[in-house]
């Protein structure tokens, strides 16, 4: 998951790192109606995976055969999942993952049989435990989604961007699609699926599948995704969607007034996906779509299968935005094909996506573009690296340790940053053609499997490294993966693009009049270097003669608007505000709103507008970002 943006203007293209932090603390605790029995910790778990309650490491959960009602009224989901297993250690129960789900009936081979739902673990929800014999094929779930379900985002017609029927989104990465499907949810643990979906009449369902392109009459639809996925990577939306092709394997999905600007803005979607293949391989997904969320969608793009779900912020209109996608189609080969067994491996999933990301970009817009990312990307890990040292030094290790947290603390930069990082000194120690054959023939040898960090150390050991003891040394392994902080051998990109963006800010600062500044080609990048290395207060005067020269605070760029607001709110620039109560109004992505409330309350002026604000929008926003914004603004 996460966010890459970059921006394309005319020949331009800009580019900008998005990074979410997912931070949920599960506090509800409803008592089941079942039996209740005495709640387990969560390090206690067999397998190696601590945020699945399932035994799936000791019954194999082949299928999935989903049959469900999406009820907008009652903001509901119910139905029945009908899992195919295979019992191969003849074990007496089936345990599968649930939270805030109500149990109805459970059948194995069609009967009728007891089930029993645990009290819910902090995080992790109730474990359901089902009696199965060794010959047991077919475990038949019947439930209702209840109202914490962490993964729903229910949007009344208002919160849509056409503002007339409701919308329907999910979010599972990473332990939320327990909270919609009784299932084993861990990443390590795949299945295929079907489904049959029912949706008022005049709304279409989409899911991490093969997907219809129009509605139908009888609001029923029916998926398959035939490729054995995990949990996380199960989707589904429903709302008043339509569908563009943009080439014969491309296409987008969107709420009829956003269509045609989304079409126009994902123009260079199917370039995009033949280059990602040049570099490491084919495609092995089918199509590859993208879906248009409504403005409360809380990250800026998530990677489900076949179709990706994106933030509307990066329809800009002038196909500025439209590179985002890049990370989430590079999550077509490290994430979906081969996936971190473990969510403290997750740096297998998002710094291969980040360094993958970059080497796209770097392919379709140029070396010194990709570098820009590059130096982005290193200022954002120095800040994670800082931050998080303070509290819990292994944090900032590669391979995390997250047995008894929720996963979510480890959604920081670190994985992301570090990882790709570690992979670009790779790079450059061993050279780029060789690193290039082994990420090839590691991805096809580890395709629709998962992974953990030491296998993948040894997979490289015995192949790329071998009988290369001189990279070996240089590498410092070890320093990168169980190691704090930043490696003194971290390589550092050109700085072509940013050393001219740095010379016209001094100037700026030197009382150049703006206007006179070396503006003119900058894309989305440079104008974040240009602000993010201003001093930390500017004057109310310095903010004026900027926003004279250069709209800020009318920017249509949410990159660009979200850190000027922040800027605004640290120099009191009130000019600002109203357009900030705009832009705080209508975006749900935490990225954006997480800096500019946190701004807000470092001042008890600023306290008083973060409240009064969060009080009028938070219904606007997704429960994970209302979960992460109580605790900012409310809990104080
Ligand atoms: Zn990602």
Redesign the pocket.
Known sequence: ????AFYTNSDMLRNIVIILIAVLALTSCHKRNVKNVKAKKADSMVGIDVHTLSNADSIDMQHLDLDINVDMAKKQISGCALWTINNRTKQKELKLDTYDLTIDSVYVDGQKVPYQLDSPIKFLGSALHIPVSSSSKMVKICYRTGKDARALQWLDPQQTYDKKYPFLYTQSESIYARSWIPCADGPGIRFTYSAKVSVPKGLMALMSATNPQEKNDSGTYRFNMEIPIPAYLMALAVGDITFSSIDDRTGVYAEPGMIEKARYEFEDVGRMVNTAEQLYGPYRWGRYDVLVLPPGFPIG???NPRLTFCTPTIIAGDRSLVSLIA??L??SWS?NLVTNATWDDFWM??GF??YFERRIVEQMLGKSYSDMLWELGYQDLVTAVNDLSKENPKDTWLKLDLKGRDPDDGLTDIP?EKGAHFLKLIENTVGRDRFDQFLAKYFDAHAFKTITTEAFLAYMDTTLLKDDSVSKKSLDINAWVYGPGIPANCPRAGQERFMKVDAERIKFLNDTPPANLATVDWTTHEWLQFLRQMPPALSSNQMARLDDAFRFTKTGNSEIADLWFVMAVRANYTPAFPEMETFLSSVGRRKFLEPLYGEMMKTPHGVEMAVRLYQKYRKNYHPLAQESLDKLILKK
Request: net charge negative; charged share 25%.
């Open positions: 998951m996460l966010t890459f793009g998530m990677e990370h989430e590079a999550h994430g999933n998002e996506t980040d992301y």
